[in-house]
T-cell receptor, first 115, second 113 residues
C-alpha cells in the first residue's frame, strides 16, 4: 500500500468534458494538497485542505474545483479545461498543515492530457 | 517569482563517484528543507531533510548540507548507483499558518554504470 493513491493514472479529455481526479490517503493525515507539475517547471501548489476545510487556494482558475468530503479523500473536478492545463497532477498529504518540519507524502500522480 | 531554484536541469556521473545536486533559495524565512526523488511515472518520494538549525544531515549514502548565509543547500550521494538515476527536487518551507512547500524545478541525475 503506497499510502497516497491517485486515480486514474492517465486521463485524456476534451475541452468540453467534465472529469474528476481522485486521491485517497491511508496515513491518518489531516492535510491534503493538490499540486500541478508542468514540464520543466517547479511543482505548483493548487489547493490545501486541512481537516476537510479548504485553507488555501493559489489563484487557481475556477475550471478546477476541489472537493474534500473527509480527511482521507480529495477530489479535483475538472470542466472546460484548456490544452495548457495538460500536466501531471499530484496529490499529497501531511500530518498537519501548520508547522514547518512536516514532510509531504505524494501519490503517483495523474497524467492529464487535454485535447 | 521562484523562491527555490535548481539551476542544473541535468547531471551525469559515473557509478561509484559522488553526485552533488545544488539548490538555492531566496526567502530567508525558510527553516526546513527537503529533497524528493522522483522516478518516471511516479510521484515524488521523500528522501532527506534538514532543519535550519543544522548545517548537515546524513542518512546512509545521502548527505544534505545547508549554508544559510549563502541560502544554498546541496545533496551529496556517495557512492552513486545506477538506481539513483531519477529527478531530484529540492523543497523548502517555513513558519506560518500553512505548511506550504516551495519546490525547485528538479535536476535529472543519470548515474552511468
Amino acid at each position: 500500500e503506497t499510502g497516497v493513491t491517485q486515480t486514474p493514472r492517465h486521463l485524456v479529455m476534451g475541452m468540453t468534458n467534465k472529469k474528476s481526479l481522485k486521491c485517497e490517503q491511508h496515513l491518518g493525515h489531516n492535510a491534503m494538497y493538490w499540486y500541478k507539475q508542468s514540464a520543466k517547471k517547479p511543482l505548483e501548489l493548487m489547493f490545501v485542505y486541512s481537516l476537510e476545510e479548504r485553507v488555501e487556494n493559489n489563484s487557481v482558475p475556477s475550471r478546477f474545483s476541489p472537493e474534500c468530503p473527509n480527511s482521507s479523500h480529495l477530489f479535483l473536478h475538472l470542466h472546460t479545461l484548456q490544452p495548457e492545463d495538460s500536466a501531471l497532477y499530484l496529490c499529497a498529504s501531511s500530518q498537519d498543515v501548520q508547522g514547518g518540519d512536516t514532510e509531504a507524502f505524494f501519490g503517483q500522480g495523474t497524467r492529464l492530457t487535454v485535447v | 517569482d521562484q523562491q527555490v531554484k535548481q539551476n542544473s536541469p541535468s547531471l551525469s556521473v559515473q557509478e561509484g563517484r559522488i553526485s552533488i545536486l545544488n539548490c538555492d533559495y531566496t526567502n530567508s524565512m525558510f527553516d526546513y528543507f527537503l529533497w524528493y526523488k522522483k522516478y518516471p511515472a511516479e510521484g515524488p518520494t521523500f528522501l532527506i531533510s534538514i532543519s535550519s538549525i543544522k548545517d548537515k544531515n546524513e542518512d546512509g549514502r545521502f548527505t544534505v548540507f545547508l549554508n544559510k548565509s549563502a541560502k544554498h543547500l546541496s545533496l551529496h550521494i556517495v557512492p552513486s548507483q545506477p538506481g539513483d538515476s531519477a529527478v531530484y527536487f529540492c523543497a523548502a518551507t517555513g513558519p506560518g499558518a500553512f505548511n506550504k512547500f516551495y519546490f525547485g524545478s528538479g535536476t535529472k541525475l543519470n548515474v552511468k554504470p
